[in-house]
């Protein structure tokens, strides 16, 4: 019994720091150290580590960003956001608070270029909001579904 334990821990360890395939699927573990993988776009995958926070991998190189101010929700080019509302653009290292106007707050959800989409919860009434913000014009449009209280 002592010989199959060892030997189901060695092949347990030896999956997490390996690449592997099953059928015609190809994965690659990061080990038991990732937090977890948050979003990817292309070769860019962002997540978040218990020793050094957000990073970003692109398939070869490590980076250590930094403290975002929530968890990472999508990455698309050079920019990532953030569930309370940041927007962090790898190239300049700026992070922006993005809050719909007149909210009582403002979450991200996913980024795709330069259109990002989200909630908001309005401030008179307290109800939750779907919107589509551009980054490139900075212009806000509120959508809610048919039918849906406002």
């Not at 977890?36 to 995958?45: E, F, P, S, T, V």
């Not at 997540?47 to 250590?64: E, Q």
Request: hydrophobic share 35%; glycine share 10%.
């Amino acid at each position: 019994m002592k010989n199959q334990l060892s030997s189901s821990i060695v092949i347990v360890m030896l999956i997490f720091v390996s690449t592997s395939s099953l059928g015609n699927i190809t994965y690659t573990t990061f080990g038991t150290e990732v937090g977890g993988l948050l979003a990817i776009d292309g070769d860019n995958i962002a997540g978040w580590s218990f020793s050094v926070g957000d990073f970003l991998y692109d398939g070869t190189t490590w980076t250590t960003l930094p403290y975002l101010g929530s968890t990472i929700t999508g990455i698309s080019g050079r920019n990532i956001v953030t569930s309370f509302g940041n927007v962090y653009n790898l190239d300049s290292q700026i992070s922006n608070q993005l809050n719909y106007p007149e909210s009582y707050r403002t979450y991200i959800n996913d980024i795709d270029g330069s259109r990002i989409v989200g909630m908001y919860i309005d401030s008179e009434e307290y109800q939750y909001h779907g919107f589509i913000y551009d980054l490139d014009t900075q212009h806000w449009t509120a959508i809610d579904f048919p039918g849906a209280k406002s």
